[in-house]
């Protein structure tokens, strides 16, 4: 019997793509930030466990805390039979970050291919969605070079990478097959064959072929990646895994991130800028919090690409870093986070009770703490643990943390304690470790004064949280010793000679002689004599230091300046931060929010959504080793806004708030919503309708808190009636200065009115500075009153006119030194023979 066979031609549409996932629609997001791509420029992706590090060019490296597994990671493009690749970074067109995904579209005549990169937030791993439009057949090559290292300075032999065609990944491992990685995609098919015992030196790759490009419409191409340290097995299941269900992935982590931002604090200005930038830091924040299998759940100090190294960038645990973002991060409402990040430093400490500077997250690789030198090596590090915790229990009342942590607390106390070794009430540095610089000349000191208001506020801290706890002899021990701690600061870095205070004093008790901004730790903390302080600000304030962009580390006039060197010239918005919250505090608040807003530019103008670790101290651009997701530096966004220009500063235990707002006169309106004090929430909304000032308190509190209202004034204004009304409860108001202080109980909703006349004020000066300008704006150096004139004292460029504006002008008698507009003054400075910042004092008369 003969057998019969059909053959059937079907038509290419029949084939059907495979390895395709329905689309589905992002969410809307009102903090996404849309530009033109920049292909030079960083962007990362990351979790608790994995990151994507990367560049707008779409090119990558990916990480599996602790683990290296790819890097140089990039697609290319082939038309039809092309030979010929046509490179994603060659024609990326569009970049749009939200928290929970980055999207970077490629454009060519014949197609539009998005790549939608999600990292979820506590998984080993990654998945890249491709959205591909084309009008032909397509090829999407994705190639990339194994390398399964662990973060400096552990390292691993023996790997190798082959392509498994039943999942359709590669496989990188090495021969204990603890350590493991997948790349690939249920759509694509290898195309590299390198030997299965070593790694190629050119890249491996894997094909995904669009015979008919109509098959992938309506559908998304998933690239996988996952990793870790663990069985080959578990590592190959968590691949596996992602696979199942991209959608929830991607939801789950959009819920991550929209819980993070509507549980804190929020804050709608007139100035957008500002209000992104806060619920950016938030994200910037929380991405630095990684699940390390060997060490456990802590805070890593910045992110950015290893390129062929060993580091992502400050992707370490910083015990510093960490004590520093805390107070960021306290300001905001994140206690939980902050107690973690907290507790893994302790974990750390030495057994004399000295807190970790630095953790490689490589260290269950090595021996870390005896076979490098490094885990130990700053000074500063153990009075600022103090400092944390203590500010950690005044925002969230977590008394039981502190009893916990006592016997930790304690030990840190005792060694710091121990470094005064000449018993002047200040650590020595030489004794301690660094302190403010690191390398060079300016190390050669006894004690600098960055390291001293970190233990004066220490030594402080010891006594209230020893009071907390009811161990009442050590109280009365630290507050004597604080109190003589607070007198050595004042006095030995005082210069009366240069009239500020000084960056450090040597052995014999000499003044280094530079200006520099390491001051304003102690100056933010309002150390010190107020009058000093403000002398010493005033140097802050001008050119030498200022910038458009941030504060250099060091006087542009001193003899170690160098623009590009990370001590000694360049800008570090981890050094804006203090600055502007020291001004605020002390009273320049035009100054203040320059410096704020230098920050909260740098969240924008380099990776999208985080701010850059340093600046050359002449141009306003980033050099190429400086890390683009540093954690301190977000600090220049979160800490000036809310203790700086909010003024709010708050005490769980004792119920009370402080609030000093110093808000440019121009504002209106003003929300803050969800400030967080222990348990409680409180918002605050200001309007303002020319002649009446009303903030509404509303609180979640069952108990009522203390509100410490102060109302800053320029004589320029004057308060003609208040009032509290609601269900708060005026206690007192009083004048500090022309200041209108008043002390009021606040409950569920709280009126505070204020009715005024007059009001002529300056507004902080417009800075138009851009990416790759030099320093060129106005800089307003002091505002004096006498009687009913302002004396200003500015800076600008010779040769060069400003605009500054006010309100209230109808109230100008006459000026001088300026020419008065509609809206402002123009001030015009005389020409001089080199191009540089001269001085100029303008005064503004009232009727």
Known sequence: MKKLFLMVFLPLSAFAQQGLIPAFDLESNDIALTRLAQPGTPFDKVGRRFALLGFESGTFEAWAYPLKLVRSCELSFFIGSSTEPIRARDIVRHITATPEATTLTYTYQSFTIKSIFITPVEEPGALILLEVNATEPLTIVCSFLPVLQPMWPAGLGGQSASWLDDIKAYQISEPTRRNTAYIGSPAASGISYTPAHMLSDVPNQFKIEIRNPNDVRGKYIPIFLAGGKGSRESVKTTYMNLMKNPEALYRRTAEHYRTLREKSLQVETPNRLINLALEWAKVAYDNLMVRNPDLGYGMVAGLGGSGTGGRPGFGWFFGGDTYINSFSMNSYGEFETVRDALMFTQNFQRG??????????????????????????????????????????????????????????????????????????????????????????????????????????????????????????????????????????????????????????????????????????????????????????????????????????????????????????????????????????????????????????????????????????????????????????????VLPLVRGMLGLEADAASHTIWFSPRLPADWRSLTIRNYRVGNDFFSFEFSDNGSRKTWKVTSTAREPYTLRFRERRSPGSRVLHHQVTGDGKEVRASSEGSDLLIQCMVGKETLIELEYEGGFALLPPEITTTTGEPNKGLKIISEEWRGKSLFVETEGLAGMSYHLKFVRGEMIASVSGCIQTTDGVEIRFPTAPTRGFVRKKIEIRLK
Not at 570 to 598: E, I
Not at 609 to 620: A, H, I, P, R, Y
């Open 352 to 637: 004399d009770g000295k807190m970790p500077h630095e953790v490689s997250q490589g260290a269950g690789y090595i021996d870390w703490f005896k076979d490098y030198p490094y885990a130990y090596i700053h000074g500063d590090t153990s009075p600022f643990y103090l400092c944390a915790m203590y500010d950690y229990y005044r925002m969230s009342g977590d008394l039981q943390f502190i009893k916990e942590s006592w016997q930790s607390i304690v030990r840190a106390y005792e060694w710091s304690l121990a470094t005064d070794g000449n018993g002047d009430g200040l650590m020595d540095n030489k004794k301690a470790g660094l302190g403010a610089m690191e390398y060079g000349p300016l190390t050669d000191i006894q004690s600098d004064i960055y390291t001293g208001a970190v233990w004066v506020r220490a030594a402080k801290a010891m006594a209230d949280l020893a009071r907390a706890v009811g161990d009442d002899t050590s109280a009365t021990k630290a507050e004597r010793y604080a109190s003589t701690a607070a007198k050595a600061w004042d006095e030995r870095f005082w210069d009366p000679k240069r009239e500020h205070y000084a960056y450090a004093f040597t052995a014999n008790g000499e003044h280094v002689d530079i200006v520099s901004p390491w001051s304003s730790v102690g100056l933010h903390w309002e150390l010190g004599n107020p009058e000093r302080s403000v002398k010493s600000l005033l140097e802050l304030n001008s050119s030498e230091l200022t910038t458009d962009w941030g504060i250099r580390s060091i006087s542009n006039k001193s003899a170690y300046f160098e623009p590009l060197n990370y001590n000694y010239g360049a800008v570090w918005p981890f050094l804006t931060s203090w600055v502007a919250t020291a001004q605020y505090k002390h009273g320049f608040a035009l100054q203040g929010y320059n410096s704020l807003m230098a920050s909260v530019r740098h969240t924008f103008d380099n990776a999208l959504g985080s701010v850059t670790e340093v600046f050359s101290g002449v141009l306003n651009i980033w050099p190429q080793e400086a890390v683009s997701h540093q954690g301190f530096c977000t600090a220049g966004v």
